[in-house]
């Protein structure tokens, strides 16, 4: 009996931490990032339509970033970060023939699932960045009864990383479907800001006050701009 209330709390938790995203996908700026793995000998061919599409997407209507990023000492693995004006922008891209183009010639090169997370903005910009910086892009999974002190802990690391010389651009979005599923992305001047950021008394602090509010390991992945 005790296993089953216990479960359903938690069902309802998460439940909860989903209901206000409802609205907000609709009315406000829609965030996505996007996990790519190719086959190692399909990087240059991948490199080549992310390039294509980037171009397409940026000059679309309502467009306010799309990074696109590859990781660093994994060169098969590759990430977008994109933003738009509305749900509804993002919607025409996605139906776009570029897109459809794009995700047919990619498939043949997948070496696992196209890995796309529909996002809410908590924290969001739209700073693109440029050559030479260093990126990176965390998933980040709450506990949904550790939802609100989370967000919390989340924030404050935002908020001071901002401030921090080479900041670019630092955010948080949370996933449509799952609330309590965030994406930590972090825009550096270089590698030594990034690195020195890491290991300042702020992000020491958070990495220990968000360590038990976790559902999953601290995914921190780093990547580079194409």
Known sequence: MHALLRTTVGALALALCAAPFATAQDEGPAFAV??????????????ELLRERA???????GNLRYDVLQRSGRPNHFAIIDA???QADRDADIAARYTRNFRNALEPLLYSPYDERPSTPIMGTAETGGPGQSYAVTHVDLIPTAFDEGVTH???FVRASRTQ???VDIGIM???NRRNHMTLFETWASAEHRIANAAA???LEFRNELGSRMGALYDERIYHPL
């Not at 996007?34 to 490199?47: D, H, K, N, S």
Request: hydrophobic content about 45%; overall charge negative; glycine content about 6%.
């Open 154 to 156: 989340i924030e404050a």
């Open 34 to 47: 996007t996990y790519i793995e190719v086959g190692p000998t399909e990087i240059a061919a991948t490199v």
């Open 84 to 86: 738009w004006a509305s």
């Open 55 to 61: 171009a397409a997407s940026r000059a679309a209507d």
């Open 174 to 176: 949370a996933q449509n």
């Open 165 to 167: 010389p080479g900041a």
């Open 201 to 203: 008394p702020h992000a």
